[in-house]
């Protein structure tokens, strides 16, 4: 048994408690003593809330520990899926490398848990699955990385990719993905068979890129969640972006978020720049689980981005005009305790019972940090303080 | 005279130069010598660009300085308007002491010039503008502060108002504002004749606030396009915010911004959350000047933001889609060289005859800096290191 104090940690509430951990769980929170105890480590006030959680990253795509990457531009999602292709053969650095040095970026930033999408194609087959998964078996003391097998070139587009998707699952990602079944593959139903049918044969979970936009993005998205209802997934779908839900009109939409939240379909959004947003507070009221991912990091997409799930935050906050302190502390939730429901991990955070992985920051409470986004932190796996 | 050496300095080009500054401007831009000249700072290779120019904040309306803030909300801007004057009523810390607070980050992120609208209305009179004002002259050595008299509660909606605008232009406000002709006063003519009769009366530059959004939109951006014009005051007449420019079709695009080239009108975005963006590549491409601002910094309207410059050509740049080198680049100047001139001032820059107003960053090149957002600068003003 090892047991830790967090002494004199401020809640988000404004009080000021005594944490102490057992097994890398809280097992109480009691109003802080007049003097730490000894052993204990004393926040000395500090906000203590839960970890981050990165519901969605590309550890393979960064071209982080390269010299500067100009952006080369392409049009369209094809367009720019070939573009990436020739910077990536002519990178160097291999995958295991930049997503290392990625890393140590995120976890600095207090993310104790994330969600990586890796390609898989015909072209690049397993090989960065097999890296990220081995720096995924490094780091395990120190994060969790939960992986998505995303056929980037498409499923019906790029002929045996179904296979690779479903020798991923076996290998080890635990997660089949998908990617526009209509705007890449042309054949919604028929991407919608292979993502489900490995899904169902392997009892992985799914999480779909969907970019499509307007009401051909909006009929998809009820296409997924008939399909997540019909496979008993619920609660274990989610389609990340769906930019369609920022783009139609409110009956349209209510229909779409109706079906989604009947469907336990998870929407994840990295608060997009152009692309329309879905509308953060009005799935959250039609009872969508909504949650907070980076998306691109200083890859072939998108220069921006730096594994911040704070700063990430403020960006949907930003972007969704979350002004009320309610609204700040959703955006907040996004990023720690819906990105970690969307995962289906277990509980954590400061509350009895709950995985000890916590995040400290220097200010006063939740709304506040998500627009200061202090840089000064302090992270906590089980309650051990990661340096 | 003055003078300064500020030896290896890295230009956005890469080259590593000495920079001899003279009576405030660059005397001198030569390639670095093999030792730093004996009595020159030393920059290591940091990158030397011009300092920030803020096109666009509000000094009187922060709540910085006060214990956190929640905000209240209020649909729509009247609304948001009414709720505004009831926070700050309540407000104990005086207009000055909370401008202060602001511009001492604001400088500290590199910003040396910033236009600054300040309410003006029946009820708060000129008294934010004194105060401003004060505040502006203890400031003068370290930073130029333009002001803007702002009507907050609209000019015939809020009869005197236009009165109390020409006296603010005597007493040391620089430009004439407006707000939402139609929206705010439903009279667009009649908002325009005020102030334009009082840029023409006084000698005054022009601002306009305009939040209304499509047809509506472009219809007043034409209408203010055509009095800048008619009064000559191209080159000294600016629209903050234009929502409409991002939600109308091409056409009506295309023939708002021409008339904008035209009539000499620069247009102001900062980069808006949830409302519709001012396509930054097409207006720039068809000869408007666009530049940027803060905008809000914890205030009545927004509990975001903090004054850097910097990370404000980040939002820009990341809500526009601006990803290449240039586009990167490009949301630099928004925040530099283009606020300077829209604010008519000289040109500042490392280039010979140029105010020596500077910032040092710690990175390769200005794209990098956009997207890395360095904290630790140097900032020079004619020069001379700010401390």
Not at 36 to 41: E, R, T, Y
Not at 136 to 161: C, H, K, M, N
Request: hydrophobic share 45%; with cysteine; proline share 5%.
């Amino acid at each position: 048994m090892t047991e830790f104090l967090l002494a004199n940690a401020r809640l988000d509430d404004g009080s000021l408690v005594d944490v102490t951990v057992r097994d890398g769980r809280v097992a109480a929170v009691a109003p802080a003593g007049p003097a730490p105890s000894a052993g204990g480590l004393d926040l000395q006030g500090r906000l203590l809330c839960p970890a981050f959680v990165d519901g969605h990253i590309h550890l393979d795509k960064t071209l982080l520990g390269l010299p500067w990457q100009s952006h080369r531009p392409g049009a369209g999602v094809a367009e720019r899926i070939a573009a990436e292709k020739r910077q990536l053969a002519e990178t160097t650095l291999p995958v295991a490398e930049r997503a290392r040095t990625l890393l140590r970026q995120v976890i600095a930033h207090g993310t104790t848990r994330l969600r990586c999408h890796v390609d898989i194609d015909p072209g690049v087959g397993l090989a960065n699955l097999h890296a990220v998964l081995a720096v995924a078996e490094e780091l395990r003391g120190t994060i969790d990385i939960q992986i998505v097998a995303f056929p980037q070139s498409g499923i019906l587009a790029a002929p045996g990719t179904a296979d690779l998707l479903a020798a991923a699952i076996v290998d080890g990602a635990s997660v089949v993905g998908g990617l526009d079944p209509a705007g890449i593959d042309g054949d919604v139903e028929g991407h919608l068979d292979a993502v489900f049918g490995i899904a169902e044969r392997t009892g992985a979970a799914v999480d779909i890129h969907l970019h499509d936009a307007g009401l051909l993005g909006a009929f998809t998205l009820r296409r997924i969640a008939a399909r997540s209802r019909e496979a008993g997934l619920q609660g274990r779908c989610a389609v990340s972006h769906a930019y369609a839900l920022g783009g139609i009109d409110p009956d349209e939409f209510l229909r779409t978020a109706d079906a989604l939240a009947e469907g336990g379909v998870a929407v994840m959004t990295n608060g997009p720049g152009p692309a329309p947003m879905p509308p953060v507070q009005a799935l959250t009221a039609r009872g969508v689980l909504v949650f907070a991912g980076s998306d691109n990091i200083r890859d072939a997409w998108s220069p921006y981005g730096n594994g911040d799930m704070l700063e990430r935050a403020m960006l949907i906050g930003y972007r969704a005009g979350l002004l009320t302190d309610q609204g700040l502390r959703l955006a907040f939730s996004l990023a720690t305790t819906h990105a970690g429901r969307a995962l289906g991990a277990p509980e954590h955070g400061v509350a009895v019972g709950a995985v000890a992985d916590l995040v400290s920051l220097d200010c006063g409470h939740v709304p506040e940090a998500v627009v200061t986004r202090p840089g000064s932190r302090w992270v906590f796996r089980g309650g051990r303080l990661l340096t």
